[in-house]
């Protein structure tokens, strides 16, 4: 146990930026947990890890790693990390140790994502340039935040932040969730992520499960609350 409380750091994923966590700041800040949001580069499984773990590392006293979608892969990797005490999964990828997110969702039945995303490319100094996705905006809404007003969602739709193509396939270094306790929150309306991935990654690493019946994709933006409540939940119990 330590004597004190851990920093939350929160990572969002593809497709959003870490504003769509600020609900769940303004619950931890009143609730005195110190909490940062940093900048998800979204540019490679490894890299995005390596700087996640890096700014934990940064950190004086222990962290609690929060992960939203493709950021539940990055903590996965980044949470070995020697301050993190715990990881809590958000709608998220947990992924074993020499996984792909390409291996683990193709165990269960695409998500309608797969069909409606868009290609676009970027240059890469040196190279050929490559490809990164965003979503459809007219698709947007539906896959990715169901229960978030539709001013809301129309402005998510064009602010969204592209994922390099090649994160799907890059396999991840390590698995913390084998060595730090973890907590899992289950989108069960998510179209972006099959529900069905989230649970099965849940429970091969033993999580602490909360399912919220009918939370789209973005549950981080529609119920604050409830996401806020269970990372309070990890903090309690690893402070």
């Given at each position: 146990?330590?004597?004190?409380?851990?920093?939350?750091?929160?990572?969002?994923?593809?497709f959003?930026?870490?504003?769509?966590?600020?609900?769940?700041?303004?619950e931890?800040?009143?609730?005195?947990?110190?909490?940062?949001a940093?900048?998800?580069?979204?540019?490679?499984?490894a890299?995005?890890?390596?700087?996640?773990?890096?700014?934990?590392?940064?950190?004086?006293?222990?962290?609690?790693?929060?992960?939203h979608?493709?950021?539940?892969?990055?903590?996965?990797?980044?949470?070995?990390?020697?301050?993190?005490v715990?990881?809590?999964?958000?709608?998220?990828?947990?992924?074993?140790?020499?996984?792909?997110?390409?291996?683990?969702?193709?165990?269960?039945?695409?998500?309608?994502?797969?069909?409606?995303?868009?290609?676009?490319?970027?240059?890469?100094?040196g190279?050929?340039?490559?490809?990164?996705?965003t979503?459809?905006?007219?698709?947007?809404?539906?896959?990715?935040?169901?229960?978030?007003?539709?001013?809301v969602?129309k402005?998510?739709?064009?602010?969204?932040?592209?994922?390099?193509?090649?994160?799907?396939?890059?396999?991840?270094?390590?698995?913390?969730?084998?060595?730090?306790?973890?907590?899992?929150?289950?989108?069960?309306?998510?179209?972006?992520i099959?529900?069905?991935?989230?649970?099965f990654?849940?429970?091969?690493?033993?999580?602490t499960?909360?399912?919220?019946?009918g939370?789209?994709?973005?549950?981080?933006?529609?119920?604050?609350?409830?996401?806020?409540?269970?990372?309070?939940?990890?903090?309690?119990?690893?402070?």
């Amino acid at each position: 146990m330590t004597t004190t409380a851990p920093t939350v750091v929160l990572v969002h994923g593809a497709f959003a930026d870490s504003a769509s966590w600020s609900g769940v700041i303004a619950e931890l800040q009143a609730h005195g947990i110190p909490v940062i949001a940093p900048p998800n580069p979204l540019r490679g499984l490894a890299a995005d890890a390596a700087y996640v773990a890096s700014v934990a590392a940064q950190i004086d006293g222990p962290v609690v790693l929060v992960g939203h979608s493709y950021g539940g892969a990055l903590i996965t990797v980044a949470g070995v990390t020697e301050n993190v005490v715990g990881l809590v999964y958000v709608a998220a990828y947990a992924l074993e140790e020499g996984e792909s997110l390409g291996e683990l969702q193709g165990r269960f039945p695409l998500s309608p994502l797969a069909s409606n995303l868009k290609q676009w490319t970027y240059p890469v100094e040196g190279g050929d340039p490559a490809v990164e996705v965003t979503i459809a905006a007219d698709a947007f809404p539906s896959i990715f935040a169901a229960d978030v007003p539709a001013d809301v969602t129309k402005a998510l739709a064009v602010a969204q932040r592209p994922l390099a193509a090649a994160a799907f396939e890059e396999t991840a270094a390590a698995a913390a969730w084998k060595t730090k306790p973890s907590w899992a929150l289950v989108a069960g309306a998510d179209e972006a992520i099959n529900p069905e991935v989230e649970r099965f990654g849940a429970k091969r690493a033993g999580a602490t499960v909360v399912e919220i019946e009918g939370a789209s994709h973005a549950v981080a933006v529609s119920q604050p609350k409830e996401v806020a409540d269970l990372i309070r939940e990890a903090v309690r119990a690893t402070s």
